[in-house]
């Protein structure tokens, strides 16, 4: 050790100093807490998560967004989507919808927006409640076995299309649809029951905005804002990104396993 490193401290990142700030004072006041000790193990685990999640950068959206609410301009983008696509080996587009909350126990309000990614610098922003049904090129395009449609809950979501909106997706869900968790738990070796905020934390260690004043906004009035309009497309964005490394990974496994 040289003399002029002697008496140095290692600076420490904020966050960590908070931690060690407050599990500090944990232990001091250790004797005085009536809560079990797993209550505070666990209360000190979220209090980290959010800690190390205020303090990653936000994964944003920042490409071509196209919002539609026309059923023509609908149809008539969607034909030109499937045209561009349908020719390339492998096509896949990011996939997410969203609709008004409502508190009432066993009730869903109708989808109001259906988000689409098929490249990383462009998404589209379909407002089917302005539109009124899922135009015919939209079905076409979501129907298409050559293209993969990619996201969290895909399934579920396109049984509530379904449900919605009187669309047939049995054959879309059984030749062309990927949920993101189960593939991620094949590529990844895991157990987890992914969210799509989690697979980008642990993928790319970024946050996407989940704030809940918008996210629980109300989705069928027109016109969407600028601020939902981007959260809608970043959900799309992130589906396509993470389909797009999981299959890198997943195809660097194959090559792996060929070569032993």
């Not at 990142?13 to 807490?33: I, Q, V």
């Not at 997410?96 to 066993?106: A, K, Q």
Request: charged residues 25%.
């Amino acid at each position: 050790m040289t003399t002029s490193s002697i008496g140095k401290k290692r600076v420490l990142p904020a966050w960590m100093k908070l931690c060690r700030s407050e599990s500090s004072g944990e232990e001091k006041n250790e004797s005085l807490s009536k809560k079990p000790r797993e209550e505070r193990i666990q209360a000190a685990a979220v209090n980290f998560e959010k800690i190390l999640s205020d303090s990653l950068q936000e994964l944003l959206f920042l490409g071509s967004l196209v919002y539609s609410h026309h059923r023509s301009d609908c149809s008539l983008l969607c034909e030109e989507m499937d045209a561009s696509l349908r020719g390339r080996a492998g096509s896949f587009i990011g996939f997410d919808m969203e609709w008004p909350v409502t508190y009432r126990p066993g009730r869903q309000e109708k989808t109001a927006v259906l988000q689409l990614c098929p490249a990383t610098d462009k998404c589209y922003v379909f407002h089917l409640s302005c539109i009124g049904d899922v135009p015919p090129g939209l079905q076409r395009l979501l129907s298409s076995p050559d293209i993969t449609k990619v996201g969290v809950g895909i399934q579920s979501d396109l049984w509530k299309l379904e449900r919605d909106y009187g669309m047939s997706v049995a054959p879309i869900i059984k030749s062309s649809v990927v949920d993101l968790s189960e593939f991620a738990n094949r590529v990844l070796g895991t157990t987890e029951t992914w969210s799509l905020e989690g697979l980008v934390k642990h993928m790319f260690g970024k946050k996407i905005n989940k704030n809940p004043a918008l996210r629980k906004s109300d989705w069928s009035v027109f016109p969407l804002s600028d601020s939902q309009k981007s959260y809608a497309a970043t959900d799309a964005y992130v589906s396509y990104l993470i389909y797009e490394k999981l299959n890198q990974m997943n195809q660097k496994n194959d090559e792996k396993v060929k070569r032993k």
